[in-house]
């Protein structure tokens, strides 16, 4: 069994109804060399109550519990990765959100993974793994999907697979986020795992998807984001789209990853320009250039889709 040591990153806001069940998966975690950061965005409700309650009866888990930046989930958490690199820079880092909980080997499958390949010896590695679907009680109501294309810079560009709630990244992965994570905050960037995803496919990383699912994942009203099944979550990502929502996340992301190009590999780097330019030119030209690019979603169907969408500016 590793013994690799994990940091575990809970984001938190307004998160009273469920905070307590994540805390209390923590504490049933197999893998026993972990601790805890929290970074509360602004709560108005009893959460922060209810984290200083388990720092006191915990307080060799909970390391720190500060204040958020108050510039969204994305920004906290990354935030909070900084932090963490900081004061930890040989844990691997687990990033969690509130509403969740862990099933009891996540963190140990997570570890023995990483230590088999490398993550004491500095590879920069990140695992994530599928998620059982619950409703607010944890009902299960069916899981995530599988990934069907392995993990490349060509598909982050585009694209998100790496769910943030089950994200682990090996303290070398860690490292490397942390040298990223300012510019990311600077320009905006929404999504924290999205971002994780690009910079760790375009410096090389390793990235391992987990095909058992190893998290009760609430769907609930609050959710930011959440799954919400196969038909509503792909009307939800379409309104995203045709508001420009999408767009404006790219954006965001590539203005972020052109200010860490010095931690791209070469290809990854000619790749990020190319896209730029071809977003310039826009409409057909971008259509055009994203098989010629290797940009690619996780189904022929939804290529097609990214196609019609830079033919009308929605990319």
Same mark, same amino acid.
């Given at each position: ?9 809970? *984001? ?27 970074? $509360? $965005? ?10 200083? #309650? ?11 519990? =500060?204040? %958020?930046?108050?510039? %969204?989930?994305? #920004? ?29 080997? /996540? ?12 993550? !004491? ?5 990140? @695992? ?6 619950? $409703? ?5 109501? =069916? ?37 990223? #994570? ?5 320009? &905006?960037?929404?999504?924290?795992? @999205? ?8 410096? %090389? ?5 987990? $095909? ?12 930011? +984001? =959440? ?15 045709? /508001?420009?929502?999408?767009? &404006? @996340? ?5 203005? *972020?990853?052109?200010?860490?190009? /010095? ?18 030119? =826009?409409?057909?030209? +971008? ?5 010629? !690019? ?5 189904? *022929? ?15």
């Amino acid at each position: 069994m590793s013994d690799l040591p994990i940091r575990i990153l809970m *984001a938190t806001r307004d998160g009273e109804r469920f905070v307590s069940e994540q805390l209390r998966s923590f504490l049933d975690q197999s893998h026993a060399n972990w601790d805890l950061e929290v970074s $509360d $965005d602004g709560s108005c409700d009893r959460t922060r109550d209810i984290v200083r #309650a388990f720092g006191e009866a915990h307080p060799r888990r909970l390391v720190h519990f =500060g204040d %958020g930046p108050r510039r %969204g989930p994305g #920004a906290n958490f990354l935030t909070l990765l900084m932090h963490a690199v900081e004061t930890a820079p040989d844990s691997a880092l687990a990033f969690s959100d509130q509403d969740d909980v862990w099933l009891p080997e /996540k963190l140990s499958r997570a570890a023995e993974w990483m230590e088999a390949n490398g993550a !004491l010896e500095g590879a920069p590695l990140a @695992w994530t793994c599928r998620t059982i679907l619950t $409703d607010a009680r944890l009902a299960p109501i =069916g899981e995530s999907r599988c990934i069907r294309r392995p993990p490349s810079f060509g598909n982050a560009l585009v694209q998100n697979i790496l769910a943030g709630n089950t994200l682990v990244l090996s303290p070398a992965a860690a490292r490397l986020m942390s040298r990223a #994570a300012s510019a990311a905050i600077e320009h &905006g960037v929404c999504h924290h795992d @999205w971002w994780c995803y690009q910079m760790l496919t375009g410096a %090389g990383a390793h990235i391992h998807c987990e $095909d058992t699912p190893l998290v009760l994942y609430r769907q609930h009203r609050r959710n930011l +984001l =959440g799954h919400n099944g196969p038909l509503r979550g792909r009307i939800l990502r379409i309104g995203m789209v045709l /508001k420009h929502d999408y767009a &404006g @996340w790219v954006e965001k992301n590539l203005a *972020a990853l052109r200010c860490c190009e /010095k931690l791209l590999t070469p290809q990854a780097r000619k790749t990020l320009r190319r896209f730029m330019q071809a977003r310039r030119r =826009g409409r057909v030209a +971008l259509a055009a250039s994203i098989p010629k !690019l290797g940009l690619h979603r996780q189904s *022929a169907h939804d290529d097609h889709v990214l196609r019609l969408m830079a033919v009308s500016r929605l990319l």
